[in-house]
């Protein structure tokens, strides 16, 4: 296989003058969306520093792109624009969506972008999982992936219905983002301070995806009640909003939508913080049907649910299905401080249950997305495994 030179310089000129290093295996990191982006980053982060591998990003054509090109800025990592990766032979691909993986010229790494695959839809009458469907692992027949990443040896079963020609590259490898969350668990009381919450106060996390669907688009005056009805009961209330709400209609104009609450005591976490420190932070969970619910559930905090609506759907046995009918709901007229308390009541029980759902290799994750890289890559795996980093404490300017 050639290989790319690093880095591209003026036609006409040796490439080969311009680098330190030669020679090296390439890796092609595919981002669609800042949050597909946030996901690879952890795949990323457990060969890259190798010096035999060169890291490149690359954003892929998707409708919900906005913010990829200040994302890949951030991550200070080398940037092709897509018309040259797709020119060029890479050793290794690392995906987790699904735009233009056909038009790669490497073996690709695809990845789930949220809580597992726990969305469904209907076609012909039956229901479909998300991600597990032909029409997306396939490309004229063929299986785009050399290695598609399960979480849950449940999902196998789920891809022998639905697209039995990508068994073969099927791999349980657990839950990368839950192995973070758990590392992470220790640091709570640096991440709440930062956060400004105080040691004498409760923090109530208020999480939304992103979407017409979304708990940020159906209950403009939630954010409002929660910090009307908690504040003077000592709660901070935290607002996490997808990212593709933020970059879909723009930082500015999401700050000006939650001024007013912000000036009430509102904690914003923007979208260039790792949400998982938030909800570490947290005592309570208010969510929708995103994957912060389950994630919430799954590290024990207490999470009650906001109702969504009957066409957004989760596949059946899925860790989104159990958490959508086990939760409490929010409702009018009934005090939250009462849905915390029967939150918290079976918080315990169905954190187990929504973590054996989400998981079937819990702290296993990194060593085996690192192994699937290597024998992809086809080079020995180097030196002993590092231990999965907590993420990092919020930045002072977060909120």
Not at 69 to 89: I, K, Q
Not at 114 to 129: C, D, L
């Amino acid at each position: 296989m050639t290989r790319p030179e690093w880095p591209r310089v003026p036609i006409g000129l040796d490439a080969s003058q311009w680098v330190s290093r030669a020679g090296c295996l390439s890796v092609l990191a595919v981002v669609h969306t800042v949050t597909s982006g946030q996901r690879l980053l952890e795949a990323v982060e457990l060969i890259e520093t190798d010096t035999r591998l060169q890291v490149v990003f690359t954003q892929a054509p998707d409708v919900f792109s906005n913010g990829v090109a200040e994302f890949l800025r951030s991550t200070g990592g080398m940037v092709w624009p897509w018309e040259l990766a797709v020119r060029e032979r890479f050793d290794l691909a690392v995906a987790a969506s699904y735009g233009g993986l056909h038009e790669l010229h490497a073996p690709v790494v695809l990845m789930p972008h949220g809580a597992g695959y726990g969305k469904s839809f209907t076609t012909g009458g039956e229901p479909v999982v998300y991600g597990l469907d032909a029409q997306r692992i396939l490309h004229n027949g063929r299986v785009l992936a050399k290695a598609l990443v399960l979480a849950h040896d449940d999902e196998r079963d789920v891809l022998r219905r639905q697209c039995p020609q990508a068994l073969d590259v099927a791999v349980v490898a657990g839950d990368p983002c839950y192995d973070r969350l758990v590392a992470s668990l220790p640091h709570r009381d640096a991440y709440r301070a930062a956060l400004g919450i105080g040691p004498d106060r409760r923090a109530v996390v208020v999480s939304s995806t992103w979407g017409l669907d979304s708990l940020f688009a159906r209950f403009e005056d939630l954010l409002p009640r929660l910090l009307e009805e908690l504040t003077p009961q000592g709660f901070r209330v935290v607002a996490l909003v997808h990212p593709g709400a933020w970059f879909g209609h723009g930082r500015r104009q999401v700050d000006a939508w939650l001024a007013e609450c912000r000036d009430a005591g509102l904690v914003v976490v923007g979208p260039h913080v790792d949400w998982r420190a938030a909800l570490i932070a947290a005592d309570h969970v208010v969510a929708d049907h995103g994957s912060v619910g389950v994630y919430a559930a799954a590290i024990g905090r207490p999470v009650v649910l906001v109702d969504a609506p009957v066409r957004v759907a989760t596949s059946s046995g899925s860790a989104q299905e159990l958490l959508r009918r086990t939760a409490p709901r929010l409702q009018p007229g009934t005090p939250v401080l009462e849905l915390f308390e029967r939150a918290a009541a079976q918080s315990i029980e169905l954190g187990d249950a929504v973590r054996e759902r989400l998981t079937s290799q819990p702290g296993r994750s990194s060593a085996e997305l690192r192994r699937v890289m290597y024998e992809l890559l086809d080079i020995p795996e180097p030196g002993r495994h590092r231990a999965v980093p907590p993420v990092p404490t919020p930045p002072a300017e977060s909120r």
